[in-house]
């Protein structure tokens, strides 16, 4: 039996990393990967006829509710990488997707699964997915789709660090949604600089639950476990809008 | 005698507009258009050896003090623009820098004019302009640099709209310096949604007074200036740190 999803169609492009998609060490930053990540699902879905149009006039709108993010190496500054996505799988309800970030030799620098579900645009509820949705990336009709790693559950304790963010006018972007890519901004941010600058992100395990809101106020809390292992270090995440839970994050980190 | 800055070399490239530069209405955000001139002029600069750190082995970094922007119509979503960027002129203390910014016709889009400084990196002092550091640009010499547009001068008013924001680390780009687009983010998100969405942007004029840093919060006001016209109105903008001005702004605007 093939590997699932090895039949589906793989688009792929080339970005180059500009200055305002790092951060101030010349790293790509995780909302930049996640962004260019998504760039090429929606390029792949444009070019197959699967435009946000098309989609919407299905009564439905994606959302993703999962991530697993596997860093070799952050791309940087002005380097120029190869996006590459397909649409592996789906069953009634959930879609598997992946995607490729490789540098310039083909080298592996990223690789990220993915969990979609459709969402009524009336309803706001799942709703299952309709075939002709999915038909043209040849994505493979299964029962079983990965299952992505669960963040830990967030807890809070004396030592967590929190920081307010409001969500601003500029984070919807033209999909009328709030780019779940800022996210990351906020979640990272918490973390002290001290900590952003001499630690590298390898993995990423992120589960989002309520959607948030322009104007909303929403709080970023992290804390960062205590570890045996000098060299690794795992960071657990949580937003929250008042007491809803809006998502949750596991990052494993290397101490450079 | 020729216009100023007619012998200076001229720098281009292409950009496509993604999804995560533009607002939820399509258009570019006005932090996009600035980050992009900035991405053509840095391509300029480093095409011509007079990269960030051959600026810094002499021992200052560019600072911009002002920038005056014309916004014939802003790019939208998946539209592929060309950067056009001059180092036009230059006196013994400040250098003024043209970008253009045009459609696939060659239609011009936007055109951003521009006044620069260098800081010593020890003394933070604005210091002569080294000509080692613009002649690659075949800038002209000149006594005299066009003044650009001062901005309004804001003043508090009973129906001030003021939010505060706080640096965030992914605000500071590689460059180690809060990368000042993002003053246009906060800008207009102390706007309302409602005239963000029936609102052009035409021309703005901005005033940089006094860096912000990380972990700074900053307090952006705006002022809706009464008009008597109906198809334009002009918006007054400050950043402040305490008691200090940061920047100001006065932002001209067409109702949609």
Same mark, same amino acid.
């Given at each position: 039996?093939?590997? %699932? ?16 998609? $790092? ?48 860093? &070799? ?8 990488? &190869? ?25 592996? %620098? ?22 002709? %949705? ?7 009709? =299964? ?13 809070? &304790? ?32 918490? %973390? ?5 600058? =001499? ?27 205590? =570890? ?17 839970? $809006? $998502? ?9």
């Amino acid at each position: 039996m093939a590997a %699932l999803g090895a039949q589906a169609k793989v688009f792929t492009e080339e970005h180059r990393l500009t200055y305002y998609e $790092c951060d101030r060490t010349g790293r790509a930053t995780l909302s930049t990967l996640i962004n260019i990540a998504i760039l090429g699902s929606q390029d792949q879905s444009d070019d197959l006829g699967l435009t946000t149009d098309f989609v919407q006039q299905h009564g439905v709108g994606w959302v993703v509710t999962q991530y697993s993010i596997n860093v &070799t190496r952050m791309p940087h500054l002005d380097e120029v990488v &190869t996006i590459a996505v397909r649409g592996s799988a789906y069953n009634p309800y959930f879609a598997f997707r992946e995607f490729w970030i490789r540098d310039g030799a083909g080298n592996e %620098l990223a690789y990220i699964t993915s969990i979609w579900v459709t969402m009524s645009q009336t309803t706001r509820r799942i709703v299952k997915i309709d075939p002709v %949705l999915v038909a043209p990336y040849a994505s493979e009709a =299964t029962k079983r789709i990965p299952r992505l790693p669960r963040p830990i559950s967030f807890e809070t &304790t004396p030592t967590t660090i929190s920081k307010p963010y409001q969500v601003r006018f500029f984070d919807i972007d033209p999909n009328r949604h709030v780019n779940n890519a800022h996210y990351f901004d906020w979640l990272l941010d918490t %973390l002290p600089a001290e900590f952003l600058l =001499t630690h590298d992100l390898k993995h990423v395990d992120v589960r989002y639950e309520n959607e948030v809101k322009y104007g909303h106020t929403v709080i970023a809390e992290v804390n960062i476990l205590p =570890t045996d292992e000098s060299q690794l270090v795992t960071t657990s995440h949580r937003i929250r809008l008042g007491d809803e839970k $809006c $998502c949750e994050v596991t990052i494993q980190w290397e101490t450079i």
